[in-house]
């Protein structure tokens, strides 16, 4: 074997580091984006598998923990003012405080879609082009009102206070649902929660179809990162927006082949342990003591709200 | 021989949560063959993966031929191409380490990076084939190969870079015995070619085959020892702590016995 090594195998690289000077990397926001997602992804389902259950709200059963979200998302959606969404998000704030949870990071995920889902799509209805009012911020003026395709467009173009009152309602409402979504999630071991769902008469092809998604989030962030890793280890220079666009779209054709063999290896190992169809669970405990307070303090919380 | 590696008082952990490796020093003689032995989980390919700048340690110093190899360190142009240039990953999941068309691409993509022209990579793909003997693979998609045909391409890959230092992470787990002896030989040519060649393994045989120089990672994810392979490899009580080999019963007729067992017969003459 020796004698076939190629020649160009046995060139010797010079042992010095070269002086430098051509400047940092730039990396595609594309490649940042990518990376930085796969690594929440992988980090938020270890926290979630590992949230601990000695903390207020963690040791509660997940089906309170399962009625209490839904209730309360209901409250949320009825709503017509302000007010009791500012009450709901602080009662939500002490709570995530008693669960000893990271605020920043809860909040900043929380934000972060309520901005885009919430402030950012209703924002269009803030302008008394969409939304008729009176008009407290004036943006531009024409010289006469005018008719554009089905739109009759107003002289004074601005944003309306019933307008941002609605914006502020969605938004608030998007926080609000958001952060009670995140705050079960985040105090309920993910097991807990199929659990909880199936005793509450969830469809077992709908529990399947949550439990198999969730499994393959992970496996799916950890093939997109080692796939970065792998192309990062060939790697010597930088590579433009075009190049990082097309490698992504090369990977996504990958990974979806993948995907689709991995699923059908997961079935047929699910079908060689003798799945039929159902979901079975183990282990369904009673309700203690304190998971009926609990369930008893938040309803009543909940009513209160209700009223207010 | 002359340094090239040296980890300081290494540790990483995994979403700050799960130890991976934990307090490693040890150090790399250029042209060494290097192995990196211990039980699964004890961290064998997050070293590697430090070793090769694609993840960094959150305690302690990685040199590479006496410069710092940081995540800031690799930011620098000069200094990412001078490293990569140097310094080849074989991933353990050849699946993972394949992202080309077609295994000419794969054997391409590499040469191309660090600045190799069009003609020099061309002939450097050839030959790796012509080694490797995939000559026939050229124009195949890479999920269209076997195990071993990926395992080949995968080196291939790296082998097109001309890289000073080989990181191998577990390079025969899953081949036939045949593969395994092809790559046992490739290896022992790289390593005469000059080439120093660091490799994780649980594999002992491997290890005594290649005669390495070994690390031992405990559970613990620490430096257990380090040494040449048979102070290593014949340090049963060591093996044995340390999980690489265990102790089973089995009969001889209608005696049953309990003895020490690795899975790997020692090369003896």
């Given amino acids: 074997m020796a004698n076939k090594v190629p020649a160009f195998l046995l060139e010797k690289h010079s042992p010095a580091r070269p002086p430098g000077g051509r400047g940092k990397m730039r990396i595609p926001f594309i490649e940042r984006g990518i990376h930085n997602l796969a690594s929440v992804v992988k980090t938020g389902y270890v926290q979630w598998e590992t949230s601990s259950a000695d903390r207020f709200f963690q040791a509660t059963d997940a089906r309170v923990k399962v009625l209490f979200l839904l209730f309360y998302v209901v409250i949320v959606s009825l709503k017509r003012d302000l007010l009791p969404e500012v009450l709901i998000g602080v009662f939500v704030f002490v709570l995530v405080l008693a669960s000893r949870l990271n605020v920043f990071n809860f909040y900043k995920r929380v934000l972060f879609f309520a901005f885009l889902f919430g402030f950012l799509v209703t924002l269009p209805a803030a302008f008394n082009v969409v939304t008729g009012g009176e008009v407290i911020f004036p943006l531009y003026h024409f010289s006469a009102p005018f008719n554009f395709w ?77 796939m970065h890793l792998a192309k990062k280890s060939r790697l010597a220079g930088g590579i433009s927006d075009e190049g990082a666009r097309r490698w992504i779209a090369g990977r996504i054709a990958v990974i979806f082949r993948k995907s689709r063999l991995r699923s059908e290896e997961a079935y047929k190992a699910m079908l060689a342990r003798g799945f039929s169809g159902d979901v079975r669970i183990h282990g369904e405990r009673k309700l203690l003591g304190r998971d009926w307070a609990t369930g008893i303090a938040f309803l009543a919380a909940g009513l209160l709200f209700l009223w207010i | 021989m002359e340094e090239i590696i040296r980890l300081e008082e290494l540790s990483y952990s995994y979403y700050g949560k799960i130890p991976a490796v934990s307090g490693i020093s040890l150090a790399v003689g250029e042209g060494a063959r290097f192995a990196v032995i211990g039980a699964n989980g004890t961290g064998k390919s997050t070293l590697l993966q ?33 490293f990569r240039e140097r310094v080849g990953y074989v991933f353990q999941d050849s699946d993972i380490q394949l992202f080309c068309p077609t295994v000419l691409d794969e054997l391409l993509y590499g040469p191309l990076q660090i600045g190799v022209g069009d003609k020099e990579a061309m002939e450097r793909a050839a030959e790796v084939m012509r080694v490797l003997k995939i000559e026939n693979l050229k124009d195949r998609p890479p999920y269209m190969l076997s195990g071993g045909e990926k395992k080949r391409v995968a080196i291939g890959s790296v082998l097109s870079m001309n890289p000073e230092v080989l990181l191998l992470d577990e390079p025969t787990n899953g081949l036939d015995p045949r593969t395994q002896c092809f790559l046992v030989e490739l290896m022992l040519a790289l390593s005469e070619a000059g080439k120093t060649l660091v490799i994780a393994t649980h594999d002992l045989s491997l290890v005594d085959e290649l005669h390495a120089d070994v690390a031992l990672l405990s559970e613990e994810h620490r430096l257990e020892k380090t040494g040449p392979c048979e102070d290593i490899l014949g340090d049963e009580d060591l093996l044995l702590r340390v999980n690489l080999i265990h102790e089973h019963v089995h009969h001889h007729g209608e005696a049953a016995h309990k003895h020490r067992h690795s899975h790997y017969p020692f090369h003896r003459h």
Avoid: C, W
């Fill in chain 1, 150 to 226: 089905i739109y009759p467009i107003p002289a004074e173009i601005g944003i309306t206070r019933e307008g941002l009152y609605s914006v502020a309602m969605v938004t608030s409402r998007m926080a609000n649902s958001l952060a009670l979504s995140f705050f079960v999630l985040l105090t309920t071991p993910f097991p807990e929660i199929i659990r909880a769902l199936k005793v509450l008469r969830v469809p077992d092809a709908l529990l399947m179809v949550i439990a198999l998604a969730y499994k393959y989030i992970f496996v799916f962030a950890k093939t997109v990162e080692d």
């Fill in chain 2, 50 to 82: 430090i070793m090769d700048g694609l993840i960094h340690q959150s305690e302690g110093k990685y040199f590479f031929r006496g410069n710092e190899v940081s995540e800031k360190a690799l930011e620098e142009r000069d200094f990412l191409r001078f």
